[in-house]
C-alpha cells in the first residue's frame, strides 16, 4: 500500500535513532520514496551517510546544503510528503510540536506538513511518565497526530518499564495499515447533503443571501459517489454543480430546502448539511420591484426554519445526521453547544480564515462527534477535506 508513496521520516537525537536504517529498507522494500530529516542531536546516534545510501536520497538537517548552498524548502518538503513520521520522537521535539516551535528543519517542515503525521515517543523511564510529556501528547493526538506508544521493556540507561521506541516493523505497519484500503461503510448507503446558501426574496429581483459558493457540499457529494454510494444534492443558488451521478435537487429558499430535504429524509441513511442557510427572510417579499422613492426602506425579517434542528429531531435510530459550524469566537464551545442542541452524530467546525471558509478553495476543519472525539485536519484542498471527512465519520458513525 506504500507503493509510490512521498515518506518523509524525521529523526531525533536518541538512541532509538540506531535503527531508523531498518524503516528506511522497510518502506523503500514496499516502495516508498523516502526523505529522511535529522535533527543535529539525531546525528550524535546515527549516520547520515547510512540514511542517505539506504533511503536514495541525501538525508538532510540544515535549512542550506553545506556543499551547494541549495535550500532545503521546509514548505516544498510538506507539500511533497503523502506523511510524515519523526521517530525516534524525543521529548524535546515532542514539546516544540505541541508549542509550534520550529528552530530546526524538521520541525519547519512539521509545522508546513499537509499530510498526516506519525510520532513514536522514545524516552527515558521516568521522563516519559512525566505530566508534562503525556499532556503534551494528548495536546497532539487532539490535533489529528497519530502516536504510537512507546513499549515496555529494556531502556538504554538500565532501567527496565515504559519508554522504549516501538520497533521499526510496527512504524512500518501503521503507515501501511493507514494507507490499506479499508471496508466502506459507504457503499450503496444514500446520503443527503445539502450545500449552497439560500436566497431570500425581498422583491422579484432582490434577495439577502451570503457568500457560501456551494464547493465544500459539492466536494462531499462527488467524494461519496466514488465510495458507493448514492447521494441526492439539494443545493441552493450556486453556479458550481456535481458529478452527473449525483442526484441534483436545486432550491432558493430555505423553505424549499427545507420542503426538498423533508422528502429526501425519509429514505436516506444519513443527512450531511453543509448549506449556509439564511437564518432569517423578508417576512412578506413585494410582489413587485420596490421603488427606491422613499429615502429610507425598512424590512421585516423573521426566523427561518432550522432545517438541520427539524430533521434530527425526527431521525429515526437507524439515521446520522451532521451539521457544520462556522464560528468566528468560541468556535470549539459553539460547535460542541451546536452538537447537542440540533441531535447531531457530529459536527464539522471550520473556521473563516484567509485559507478556509466560504470563498476559499482550502479549508480546514475540526470534527466532534456525540461520544467526545476530536479530529482536526490541516489546511487542504476541499476535496481532499471532503476525503479526509467521510474517511472519518467511516470510522465514527457505523
Ligand atoms: O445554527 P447554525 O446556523 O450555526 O448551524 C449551522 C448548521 O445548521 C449547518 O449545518 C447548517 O446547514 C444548518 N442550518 C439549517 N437551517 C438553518 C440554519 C442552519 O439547517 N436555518
Redesign the pocket.
Known amino acids: 500500500m506504500l507503493n509510490s508513496k512521498n515518506i518523509i521520516i524525521g529523526v531525533t537525537g536518541g538512541i532509538a535513532a540506531y535503527k531508523i536504517p531498518l524503516l528506511v529498507r522497510l518502506l523503500k522494500k514496499a516502495g516508498a520514496q523516502v526523505q529522511v530529516i535529522c535533527t543535529p542531536a539525531a546525528l550524535q546516534f546515527v549516520t547520515a551517510e547510512t540514511l542517505t545510501v539506504l533511503s536514495e536520497n541525501p538525508c538532510i538537517t540544515e535549512f542550506f546544503q553545506p556543499e551547494t548552498g541549495a535550500w532545503n524548502h521546509h514548505v516544498n518538503l510538506g507539500l511533497w510528503a503523502d506523511a510524515l513520521i519523526i521517530a525516534p520522537c524525543g521529548s524535546n521535539t515532542i514539546a516544540k510540536m505541541t508549542t509550534g516551535q520550529c528552530d530546526n528543519l524538521l520541525l519547519t517542515t512539521y509545522l508546513s506538513a499537509r499530510c498526516p503525521v506519525w510520532i513514536a515517543p522514545a524516552m527515558d523511564l521516568d521522563m516519559y511518565q512525566q505530566a508534562a510529556v503525556k499532556d503534551n501528547l494528548n495536546t497532539l493526538q487532539n490535533r489529528g497526530v497519530h502516536i504510537i506508544p512507546a513499549e515496555t521493556g529494556e531502556l538504554a540507561s538500565g532501567l527496565l518499564g515504559e519508554g522504549r521506541m516501538a520497533e521499526p516493523e510496527k512504524l512500518f505497519a501503521a503507515l501501511d495499515d493507514y494507507f490499506a484500503p479499508k471496508p466502506s461503510h459507504w457503499n450503496n448507503k444514500h446520503i443527503l447533503i445539502?450545500a449552497g446558501p439560500t436566497f431570500e426574496a425581498i422583491d422579484p429581483v432582490r434577495f439577502i443571501g451570503n457568500h457560501s459558493t456551494g464547493q465544500m457540499g459539492i466536494s462531499i457529494a462527488n467524494a461519496l459517489i466514488d465510495l458507493g454510494a448514492k447521494v441526492t444534492l439539494v443545493l441552493g443558488p450556486s453556479s458550481l454543480k456535481p458529478r452527473k451521478e449525483v442526484k441534483l435537487i436545486s432550491v432558493i429558499s430555505?423553505k424549499s430546502m427545507l420542503e426538498a430535504c423533508e422528502i429526501e429524509f425519509e429514505h436516506a441513511d444519513g443527512l450531511i448539511?453543509?448549506?449556509?442557510?439564511a437564518?432569517y427572510r423578508p417576512d412578506t417579499p413585494s410582489p413587485e420591484k420596490i421603488k427606491k422613492s422613499e429615502p429610507e426602506l425598512t424590512l421585516k425579517l423573521v426566523k427561518?426554519?432550522?432545517?438541520?434542528?427539524t430533521l434530527s429531531h425526527k431521525k429515526k435510530s437507524t439515521q446520522f445526521t451532521v451539521?457544520?459550524?462556522?464560528e468566528t469566537e468560541h468556535p470549539e464551545k459553539y460547535a460542541v453547544e451546536?452538537l447537542k442542541r440540533?441531535n447531531l452524530d457530529a459536527v464539522i467546525l471550520n473556521v473563516v480564515s484567509e485559507n478556509s471558509g466560504f470563498k476559499s478553495n482550502t479549508n480546514k476543519i475540526t470534527i466532534f462527534d456525540k461520544k467526545n472525539r476530536i479530529f482536526e485536519s490541516s489546511v487542504q484542498s476541499k476535496d481532499q477535506i471532503a476525503v479526509i471527512l467521510l474517511n472519518t465519520l467511516n470510522d465514527w458513525l457505523f
Open positions: 445539502t430555505a448539511m453543509s448549506a449556509a442557510v437564518d427561518n426554519p432550522d432545517i438541520l434542528h451539521g457544520f459550524a462556522l451546536k440540533k
